[in-house]
Every structure is written in structure tokens, then in C-alpha cells.
């Protein structure tokens, strides 16, 4: 079982590692926007919201771990901090990135739908985003590759009040910080 863990990792790090060797022409640099996916976080600090920038093929493989690591958004129910299964294998595969790149960090920001008291929200949020990272330290991730934060129902993914609408905004954002 351990073989199989150590076959894996290497494969995602060959895959990054031939993935970066390649420059794709008409691709814009690591520190310019590309529509509007590279910027600023709240505290101003510079952030990339894909973890291989943009233009990469690296989540286009059927089935396999980079594909998962292609997902960065992860859904929670009503009230709930549980992590869903149907999220763990994404979560996975991003820890693995991580653990094969230890200068590499993140942030895992917490969202609420906007029910509830502000108090409220941000403690919910930020239960939601450490038990994306408490998974993620289980796995093997360094804590300081890591950090949280809550915005409660500040930033909400929908404008409406339905509960399709209240289901998107109940989210951990995974977000890949630049160097």
C-alpha cells in the first residue's frame, strides 16, 4: 500500500515537472492576470486561484489524481462542517501537491449562505475551512503550508434566496498562493 502511495506521488510530481518545462505560446507570465484569475486576496497579499496557473493541461486527465486537483471548491450542508465524501479525493489530491511541493501554500477560504448572525456565519465558516485543513494535516500537509480564512456570508458565490442559490455559497475555497 505504501509503494503505492510513494508511485503516486511521483507520477503528479512528473506531471508538474513536465507540465512547467513546457511554455505554451500566446500564455501570459505567472505574475500577469489572465482573466482575471490572478490578484490580490483581502490583506493584499498576492494569490493564484489554480494551483498550476491557467492555460495548464495538468486537470485534464479522465479519472486520475490531477483532475481532482482541478477542484477547488468544496460544498458543505446546512449548519454542517463535515466534509462530504465526494469531496475527500479532491482534497486528497491537493494535499499530495502540497506535500510534493513544500514551498507551495494556501488558503482555504470558509463560506456561509447569509441565514444566521454575523457571529454566527464566521464561526461556521471558519469550522469549515479547518476541517478542510485538519484533513489536509492528516494527510501529511505541513501546517504552515496552510491558513484560514473566515468570511462567513461577506462573500457570497449567489445573489438569490433560493436553496439552490444558499447551497453554492456554503462552500471552502482552495486557493493557491503565490511565491
Given at each position: ?156 458565490a449567489s445573489a438569490g434566496h433560493a436553496e439552490n442559490d444558499y447551497q453554492l455559497d456554503r462552500r471552502v475555497v482552495l486557493v493557491y498562493t503565490k511565491k
Open positions: 500500500m505504501q509503494l503505492k502511495k510513494v508511485v503516486r506521488n511521483l507520477a503528479i510530481v512528473g506531471c508538474v515537472l513536465a507540465l512547467s518545462a513546457c511554455a505554451a505560446p500566446g500564455h501570459k507570465g505567472q505574475g500577469q492576470d489572465q482573466d482575471g484569475m490572478n490578484g490580490a486576496d483581502a490583506n493584499g497579499n498576492n494569490v493564484q486561484s489554480s494551483g498550476v496557473g491557467q492555460g495548464s493541461n495538468f486537470g485534464d486527465s479522465a479519472g486520475g489524481p490531477q483532475q481532482s486537483l482541478a477542484k477547488r471548491t468544496y460544498y458543505f450542508d446546512y449548519d454542517k462542517s463535515d466534509i462530504r465524501a465526494e469531496d475527500k479525493r479532491a482534497i486528497s489530491s491537493n494535499a499530495d501537491y502540497l506535500m510534493a511541493h513544500a514551498s507551495a501554500k494556501i488558503i482555504l477560504e470558509g463560506h456561509t449562505d447569509p441565514r444566521g448572525s454575523r457571529e454566527y456565519n464566521v464561526a461556521l465558516a471558519e469550522r469549515r475551512a479547518n476541517s478542510v485543513a485538519e484533513f489536509m494535516k492528516a494527510k501529511g500537509v505541513n501546517p504552515d503550508q496552510i491558513r484560514v480564512v473566515s468570511y462567513g456570508a461577506q462573500r457570497l
